[in-house]
């Protein structure tokens, strides 16, 4: 089973979940992941980088490994590239649930620091995005 967590367009309900993960999905659990979470106003879309505040998501569970190469270009993730070359770049975390409980490893796509600047980030201080307004 591939686990993804996921805290902005790849939500259910956001808009790209019915594209890369409906009928894919076996699992979806309310989860928490620690980073910092920005809007990007000029993109409409949310950005982590690593940090200590709570980034309020979803853990995402499928069958099927090969979903992560399709997700892979939605985020401009190529793992033969630099990861400043990328837009987002995967790796694994620690995901936690409502409770504070571990959960396991689950892919994250986190952008650096550098590039959230470059792209005018807006910090989400509460770590919580929606696609309608950002926050």
Not at 22 to 28: A, L, P, T
Not at 75 to 86: F, G, I, K, S, V
């Amino acid at each position: 089973m591939l686990k993804v967590f996921v805290y902005g367009t790849l939500k259910p309900g956001e808009s790209n979940y019915q594209r890369y993960c409906g009928g894919k999905v076996v699992e979806e659990k309310v989860a928490i992941a620690y980073g910092n979470l920005f809007h990007l106003p000029v993109f409409g879309y949310p950005a982590m980088t690593p940090g200590d505040t709570p980034v309020q998501g979803y853990l995402l569970t499928f069958a099927d490994a090969d979903v992560l190469q399709e997700i892979d270009k939605l985020e401009d993730y190529y793992p033969h590239r630099l990861p400043a070359q990328n837009l987002y770049n995967r790796q694994q975390i620690e995901v936690f649930d409502r409770d504070g409980s571990g959960v396991g490893l689950a892919w994250v796509y986190l952008m650096t620091a550098q590039q959230v600047e470059k792209l005018g980030g807006i910090l989400l201080p509460f770590g919580s995005w929606t696609g309608s307004k950002g926050v």
